[in-house]
């Protein structure tokens, strides 16, 4: 009788250690774990550290909506139909206005996979000869992420080391990451990339900011730009509803290689095909007022 009530402490004191060792893990399904409506701010800066690092920096707000979700036949990978609006926000010295904001709107799509794999696996993870040691906890706290879990990574750097490098990472979960704050030396800069708002169901948290009346504006640009003929076989023209000044344009390929860029006034830009092969092309078309519209353009 003794020899199995010896047993069954054993076989409880190891299930308390493998429930212990489970709250010490995330995956990438709990981190990457969005919903359809769920919403994302996140602010991505930096500061250089050589100079007075309270002096303006250029930011960008990015506001992902996620519009909706499906997962792979083994269920190891997600996809997630998403809005991205962008807000970039430039300083601009000894000007006026002083800063320079422009914005984008696009649809994209987000990809995760080896969704039942630990978080620590994660590849985004930099390794330097340097570092003596790294800080793994996963923790909940009531003012950081609005008490979510959060899986943390810190690096340390050894006693010799001389301006190295340091790295801190925040994976949440459902919210997703890594959301980070790192020193590089050979720029001098300390780089951030916060998730400062969420929307998940009912649940909010941070500081939401607006992009209405910016959408408001892109759309009205939309559709004030017409492009014809669309497929087009030996030339394009750019139809503007109102006289442009000083647009810029840029024409890229699928892979982003820059085509063509030239600034136009006027109302109406003829675009021949010339020595442009056939394909499927966009055109980058940022207006005076800093608002930035993409177009797709056909060529065969």
Same mark, same amino acid.
């Given at each position: 009788?003794?020899?199995?009530?010896?047993?069954?402490?054993?076989?409880?004191?190891?299930?308390?250690?493998?429930?212990?060792?489970?709250?010490?893990?995330?995956?990438?399904?709990?981190?990457?774990?969005?919903?359809?409506?769920?919403?994302?701010?996140?602010?991505?800066?930096?500061?250089?550290?050589?100079?007075?690092?309270?002096?303006?920096?250029?930011?960008?707000?990015?506001?992902?909506?996620?519009?909706?979700? =499906?997962?792979?036949?083994? #269920? &190891? !990978?997600?996809?997630? @139909?998403?809005?991205?609006? $962008?807000?970039?926000?430039?300083? %601009?010295?000894?000007?006026?206005?002083?800063?320079?904001?422009?914005?984008?709107?696009?649809?994209?799509?987000?990809?995760?996979?080896?969704?039942?794999?630990?978080?620590?696996?994660?590849?985004?993870?930099?390794?330097?000869?340097?570092?003596?040691?790294?800080?793994?906890?996963?923790?909940?706290?009531?003012?950081?992420?609005?008490?979510?879990?959060?899986?943390?990574?810190?690096?340390?750097?050894?006693?010799?080391?001389?301006?190295?490098?340091?790295?801190?990472?925040?994976?949440?979960?459902?919210?997703?990451?890594?959301?980070?704050?790192?020193?590089?030396?050979?720029?001098?800069?300390?780089?951030?990339?916060?998730?400062? =708002?969420?929307?998940?169901? #009912? &649940? !909010?948290?941070?500081? @939401?900011?607006?992009?209405? $009346?910016?959408?408001?504006?892109? %759309?009205?640009?939309?559709?004030?730009?017409?492009?014809?003929?669309?497929?087009?076989?030996?030339?394009?023209?750019?139809?503007?509803?109102?006289?442009?000044?000083?647009?810029?344009?840029?024409?890229?390929?699928?892979?982003?290689?820059?085509?063509?860029?030239?600034?136009?006034?006027?109302?109406?830009?003829?675009?021949?095909?010339?020595?442009?092969?056939?394909?499927?092309?966009?055109?980058?078309?940022?207006?005076?007022?800093?608002?930035?519209?993409?177009?797709?353009?056909?060529?065969?």
């Amino acid at each position: 009788m003794k020899k199995v009530l010896i047993f069954f402490a054993v076989i409880s004191l190891s299930i308390i250690n493998l429930n212990c060792f489970a709250q010490l893990t995330m995956t990438h399904g709990d981190v990457y774990n969005y919903n359809v409506g769920d919403i994302f701010l996140i602010r991505s800066y930096c500061h250089n550290v050589s100079g007075n690092q309270f002096d303006p920096t250029d930011t960008l707000y990015e506001k992902t909506s996620i519009l909706n979700k =499906y997962f792979s036949l083994n #269920s &190891d !990978t997600v996809f997630y @139909n998403c809005l991205v609006k $962008t807000k970039y926000v430039q300083p %601009a010295q000894w000007a006026s206005p002083p800063f320079i904001v422009t914005y984008h709107n696009i649809t994209d799509t987000l990809v995760y996979t080896d969704l039942h794999s630990p978080i620590q696996n994660y590849p985004f993870m930099i390794t330097y000869p340097c570092y003596r040691d790294s800080i793994d906890s996963i923790y909940s706290q009531p003012y950081t992420y609005c008490s979510r879990k959060i899986w943390h990574k810190e690096y340390i750097s050894g006693t010799n080391c001389f301006e190295e490098p340091f790295q801190k990472y925040d994976y949440v979960e459902g919210c997703g990451g890594p959301y980070h704050y790192y020193f590089d030396a050979s720029s001098g800069c300390l780089n951030y990339r916060n998730l400062i =708002y969420y929307k998940k169901g #009912s &649940d !909010t948290c941070g500081a @939401n900011i607006s992009f209405t $009346t910016e959408v408001a504006a892109l %759309a009205n640009l939309e559709s004030e730009i017409n492009i014809f003929p669309n497929p087009a076989s030996s030339f394009t023209t750019i139809i503007f509803s109102e006289q442009q000044n000083q647009t810029c344009l840029i024409i890229t390929d699928i892979l982003g290689k820059e085509i063509k860029r030239l600034n136009f006034t006027g109302r109406q830009l003829r675009i021949e095909k010339g020595e442009i092969s056939n394909g499927i092309y966009f055109v980058q078309i940022t207006d005076e007022k800093k608002n930035v519209v993409t177009k797709k353009i056909v060529i065969e």
